[in-house]
């Protein structure tokens, strides 16, 4: 039983371009939350997602965005990509409850 | 919104000792406390989670304890060993519109001295 995958790894990109970030929940898994993790802080919420609908947005501005498919695997959007959008984001799915487990990660970069 | 602080931020222990690591939260309403570990470029395994209605639960060499009157809740590790060097995070899940976002501490960096 495969675990909550992401691709890609890795992933750099320049001041105002758009970056897709993918994320494969966990087998019986139906809600996936995004995070984004600066170096040396905790995990910060994005939004996230339950039958296909954004049910819940942390503070983060509408550049971020997201969208979840039928099978229940999840995207991240970020528009107009800024310095400070340099992080690793995580993935992380639930069960319909707030046990969550992680994905390993995406690490941007944008110079 | 939820707001958890994290103490201490760094924690050196020799193998073998006990560390402790304490959390406090803001809303009344979170009602589900899980504790994660992140391994250098690794992704955050939960180790150990309660639930409101439940003072501590013990997981081996893991205890986790919950003070809902002071909000505050703290993980446990005894007989520590090098391998459980790695950053430890707290987090606190306040239910709002039906979902169950995780608000997080800051991280505490533990070392284990062999």
């Known amino acids: 039983d495969a675990g909550v995958t992401q691709s890609p790894t890795h992933l750099i990109k320049t001041r105002g371009q758009q970056v897709t970030l993918r994320c494969s929940p966990k087998s019986g898994h139906d809600t996936v939350s995004w995070y984004q993790q600066a170096l040396g802080q905790g995990p910060q919420f994005i939004f996230q997602?339950?039958?296909?609908?954004?049910?819940q947005r942390g503070n983060f501005p509408d550049r971020f965005s997201g969208h979840q498919y039928p099978n229940y695997s999840s995207e991240l959007n970020v528009n107009a990509l800024l310095l400070g959008d340099s992080a690793l984001y995580l993935c992380?799915?639930?069960?319909?409850?707030?046990?969550?487990?992680f994905g390993p990660g995406t690490r941007l970069t944008v110079l | 919104g939820e707001n958890v602080e994290q103490h201490p931020s760094t924690l050196s222990v020799q193998e073998g000792d006990s560390a402790v690591i304490k959390c406090t939260y803001s809303d009344s309403a979170s009602n589900y406390f899980p504790w994660y570990k992140q391994e250098l470029g690794k992704r955050p395994q939960l180790i150990i989670d309660?639930?409101?209605?439940?003072g501590e639960k013990k997981d081996q060499r893991i205890a986790v304890t919950l003070n809902k009157t002071a909000k505050h809740f703290s993980l446990h590790i005894t007989e520590t060993q090098p391998e459980d060097s790695a950053v430890y995070f707290c987090?606190?899940?306040?239910?709002?519109?039906?979902?169950?976002?995780?608000?997080f501490g800051k991280g505490t960096k533990l070392s284990v001295i062999p």
């Open positions: 992380a799915s639930s069960a319909g409850s707030d046990t969550q487990y």
């Open positions: 987090a606190a899940s306040s239910p709002g519109a039906g979902s169950y976002q995780l608000t």
């Open positions: 309660i639930r409101s209605n439940v």
């Open positions: 997602y339950y039958e296909e609908e954004e049910r």
